[in-house]
């Protein structure tokens, strides 16, 4: 019997309900949600003039600038960059995000040891993750 | 997924730069092809299909 008509297990069936437009409305309303939240917080920005709801509308705005730049520059990446070295780079990409959240989560338990995270080393996290992430791939593939 | 990249390519005396070259891909791409770490997308299997002039269920294999 080939493995297409045996019954899917369990992670598997998890895997198969998890629809990814859900998903990812969820990750954007939340996301959209905690950057009107943290610009509320007045520990966030130190120097802003701008009232805070300004701040969370050039925050928004921004980001959607930027966000639309990079997938204009991610296209091009795709067409110009070839396919292995793309796909190795989005996988890799993935990876750095993924790190950054769970050591952000971690990190903010430690945080009467550790202080609070700045920026900049949130960067790093992201980075060092990213460059983990695509070296991993190098090494390991992901043909299987 | 296999393939028979490298049995090819050997046939034809070609170094993996030589392919790269003829794909237009990068060298580290064929060898990851030829070693099962990477499986081409669809349009640069097309392409690997009419440099061999073979049917890509020639070249790449189910496991």
């Given amino acids: 019997m080939s493995e297409h008509n045996q019954t899917p297990g369990l992670r598997s069936r998890i895997y198969k309900s998890l629809k990814p437009d859900w998903a990812f409305g969820f990750v954007l309303i939340v996301g959209l949600g905690l950057l009107v939240l943290e610009v509320q917080d007045p520990a966030q920005y130190v120097a802003a003039k701008w009232s805070a709801s300004a701040v969370a509308a050039a925050a928004i705005v921004l980001t959607l600038i930027i966000a639309l730049l990079a997938t204009v520059v991610a296209a091009l990446d795709r067409k110009k960059t070839d396919d292995y070295h793309f796909q190795i780079m989005a996988n890799s990409a993935i990876i750095a995000n ?5 050591v952000h989560m971690v990190w903010n338990l430690a945080e009467p ?7 900049q080393i949130m960067i790093a996290i992201l980075l060092f993750a990213w460059g983990l992430g695509y070296f991993f791939y190098r090494w390991r593939g992901f043909g299987q | ?16 730069a030589d392919l790269a070259s003829r794909l237009a891909v990068s060298r580290q791409s064929v060898n990851a ?31």
């Fill in chain 1, 113 to 119: 040891r550790l202080g609070t995270m700045s920026v």
């Fill in chain 1, 98 to 102: 993924i790190t950054a959240i769970f």
């Fill in chain 2, 33 to 63: 092809i030829e070693t099962g770490k990477y499986d081409p997308s669809l349009p640069l299997a097309f392409k690997i299909a009419d440099l061999f002039e073979m049917p890509i269920e020639e070249i790449f294999l189910r496991d």
């Fill in chain 2, 1 to 16: 997924m296999k393939n028979r990249l490298k049995v090819l390519r050997a046939e034809r005396d070609w170094s993996q």
